[in-house]
């Protein structure tokens, strides 16, 4: 089978997508307030046009890019993947997207690359949520690159046939489904190939808690609670709890990117 | 201070406390219907929980604003204080119970997070410490117990600070919200404190 031909019809899941208000009503972005309906009512502020995304470290074309400009040459499909929340919730979204993997080879990684860094945005005029210190921001994620080159990983412009709404990441966010939500981070403006771990925002908040890994694992509990079942978000108040899967279902495909490793150590 | 707090003592002696049990159970049986009917948004569950966590949070505070009132303003809110204390009790039941059955579902998993988690073991200390206080909460504890019964009733200071702590733990990162109400409550307790200079010192 050609690559191509299993990309096509191996990435999506077949199960039923939740709808396009339950995405974009039910968010986590604490740069517009920790509230769950926080980022619907206040992202409008966030200006999305222009947008740049300085891309540094060990890359062959650094610079800041326009968002057409990184975006120019990429081919866009849709991806519909479950996605499970750290906090115990999970949705099945269907985002836009295209591989990060090629905007990678268009940028040129160097040979000493090791990690690839992301950040989001900091606009303190229009995100009122980053008065506060939840977080020590910029909001900042990071994928070892075997990780972030993986066909899985996917940088989402948009979800169904609309643009990405403000509330979940616009103008261009990266989209990991094997990880926890929090490593999928929203509105990047930096991408930075580097050579060592980077720091990531939940990481620096609680270590205990939040390691940089963060794979969707059932038998590695938060420490304040068990992420072996998951809440699966729009079932109404009798919905049942679901089995939470290993890497969020995309074993077959991810589990050898942490072979030999200490997934309890390297949670 | 007198002008101000007489008209609400004169308007209040005639409001029995009775009608409170009615007006409390309004809040929980509508945000149940809102959630059988679909209008809690995406997650009507955990709205439902923290809803009725929160609501139970301002119940207790509500309580531990009467004696206060009554010793620095001469308002006298005492005979709702029973009200506010059982409703609280009751709320908290039902945040427990959404908690138990609409949540976490699984019997073997509600025992593994009251052991494991600490917010979680904080609130049931919380909610223990509050079953002796609803059980006497009567006339007939009260005059049973004598001096006893006002002891007894001092595990509020406790339930009160264990309940804003779960509150803190259970959010995601240090948030402004719940530790606001742990200042409220720690404020309300600190008030206890002052000593009383009318009483005669022999």
Same mark, same amino acid.
């Given at each position: 089978?050609?690559?191509?031909?299993?990309?096509?019809?191996?990435?999506?899941?077949?199960?039923?997508?939740?709808?396009?208000?339950?995405?974009?009503?039910?968010?986590?972005?604490?740069?517009?307030?920790?509230?769950?309906?926080?980022?619907?009512?206040?992202?409008?502020?966030?200006?999305?046009?222009?947008?740049? *995304?300085?891309?540094?470290?060990? @890359?062959?074309?650094?610079?800041?890019?326009? $968002? &057409? +400009? %990184?975006? !120019?040459?990429?081919?866009?499909?849709?991806?519909?993947?479950?996605?499970?929340? *750290?906090?115990?919730?999970?949705? @099945?979204?269907?985002?836009?997207?295209?591989? $990060? &993997? +090629? %905007?990678? !080879?268009?940028?040129?990684?160097?040979?000493?690359?090791?990690?690839?860094?992301?950040?989001?945005?900091?606009?303190?005029?229009?995100?009122?949520?980053?008065?506060?210190?939840?977080?020590?921001?910029?909001?900042?994620?990071?994928?070892?690159?075997?990780?972030?080159?993986?066909?899985?990983?996917?940088?989402?412009?948009?979800?169904?046939?609309?643009?990405?709404?403000?509330?979940?990441?616009?103008?261009?966010?990266?989209?990991?489904?094997?990880?926890?939500?929090?490593?999928?981070?929203?509105?990047?403006?930096?991408?930075?190939?580097?050579?060592?771990?980077?720091?990531?925002?939940?990481?620096?908040?609680?270590?205990?808690?939040?390691?940089?890994?963060?794979?969707?694992?059932?038998?590695?509990?938060?420490?304040?609670?068990?992420?072996?079942?998951?809440?699966?978000?729009?079932?109404?108040?009798?919905?049942?709890?679901?089995?939470?899967?290993?890497?969020?279902?995309?074993?077959?495909?991810?589990?050898?990117?942490?072979?030999?490793?200490?997934?309890?150590?390297?949670? | 201070?007198?002008?101000?707090?007489?008209?609400?003592?004169?308007?209040?002696?005639?409001?029995?406390?009775?009608?409170?049990?009615?007006?409390?159970?309004?809040?929980?049986?509508?945000?149940?219907?809102?959630?059988?009917?679909?209008?809690?948004?995406?997650?009507?569950?955990?709205?439902?929980?923290?809803?009725?966590?929160?609501?139970?949070?301002?119940?207790?505070?509500?309580?531990?604003?009467?004696?206060?009132?009554?010793?620095?303003?001469?308002?006298?809110?005492?005979?709702?204080?029973?009200?506010?204390?059982?409703?609280?009790?009751?709320?908290?039941?039902?945040?427990?119970?959404?908690?138990?059955?609409?949540?976490?579902?699984?019997?073997?998993?509600?025992?593994?997070?009251?052991?494991?988690?600490?917010?979680?073991?904080?609130?049931?200390?919380?909610?223990?410490?509050?079953?002796?206080?609803?059980?006497?909460?009567?006339?007939?504890?009260?005059?049973?117990?004598?001096?006893?019964?006002?002891?007894?009733?001092?595990?509020?200071?406790?339930?009160?600070?264990?309940?804003?702590?779960?509150?803190?733990?259970?959010?995601?990162?240090?948030?402004?919200?719940?530790?606001?109400?742990?200042?409220?409550?720690?404020?309300?307790?600190?008030?206890?404190?002052?000593?009383?200079?009318?009483?005669?010192?022999?």
């Amino acid at each position: 089978l050609a690559p191509g031909l299993a990309r096509a019809q191996g990435y999506s899941t077949d199960e039923t997508p939740n709808s396009f208000e339950e995405i974009s009503t039910y968010n986590n972005y604490y740069e517009f307030g920790t509230g769950k309906s926080d980022p619907a009512e206040n992202a409008d502020t966030l200006t999305i046009d222009p947008w740049t *995304v300085k891309v540094d470290g060990l @890359v062959d074309k650094p610079g800041d890019y326009s $968002l &057409a +400009d %990184l975006t !120019d040459g990429m081919t866009e499909e849709e991806r519909i993947y479950r996605f499970r929340c *750290v906090e115990a919730w999970s949705m @099945v979204i269907p985002w836009r997207g295209f591989e $990060l &993997a +090629d %905007l990678l !080879d268009k940028v040129g990684v160097q040979s000493g690359a090791k990690y690839v860094a992301f950040e989001t945005a900091l606009r303190p005029d229009e995100m009122p949520g980053v008065r506060f210190p939840v977080l020590d921001w910029p909001y900042r994620e990071g994928l070892r690159l075997d990780e972030a080159r993986h066909p899985l990983t996917i940088m989402a412009t948009g979800i169904y046939d609309e643009p990405m709404p403000k509330q979940n990441g616009a103008p261009i966010r990266l989209v990991v489904p094997w990880k926890y939500g929090f490593k999928s981070i929203k509105s990047i403006v930096r991408i930075s190939l580097v050579d060592e771990m980077p720091p990531t925002s939940w990481n620096i908040a609680n270590p205990r808690e939040y390691g940089f890994y963060s794979n969707v694992n059932p038998q590695v509990d938060h420490p304040r609670w068990s992420q072996a079942t998951e809440r699966p978000i729009g079932g109404g108040i009798f919905a049942k709890r679901k089995e939470t899967q290993m890497f969020n279902g995309y074993e077959q495909d991810v589990a050898s990117l942490y072979e030999g490793m200490d997934l309890s150590e390297n949670f | 201070m007198t002008a101000f707090a007489d008209p609400i003592n004169r308007a209040t002696r005639k409001l029995p406390a009775w009608p409170l049990y009615i007006i409390g159970a309004v809040p929980p049986a509508w945000l149940f219907w809102q959630g059988v009917t679909g209008n809690l948004g995406v997650d009507p569950v955990k709205v439902m929980e923290h809803q009725m966590g929160l609501w139970g949070l301002w119940l207790l505070i509500a309580s531990l604003c009467v004696s206060p009132l009554r010793r620095f303003a001469g308002i006298n809110l005492i005979r709702y204080r029973r009200a506010l204390g059982l409703l609280c009790f009751f709320y908290i039941v039902g945040h427990l119970l959404i908690w138990l059955l609409l949540d976490v579902q699984l019997l073997s998993q509600i025992w593994a997070d009251i052991v494991k988690r600490p917010y979680i073991t904080i609130g049931m200390i919380g909610f223990a410490l509050m079953i002796p206080l609803a059980v006497t909460s009567n006339n007939w504890s009260i005059r049973k117990l004598g001096r006893k019964w006002r002891q007894i009733h001092k595990l509020v200071y406790a339930t009160a600070i264990l309940g804003a702590v779960h509150f803190i733990l259970l959010r995601k990162g240090l948030q402004i919200e719940p530790i606001l109400y742990l200042g409220a409550i720690l404020a309300l307790l600190a008030v206890r404190l002052v000593p009383n200079r009318r009483k005669p010192t022999r």
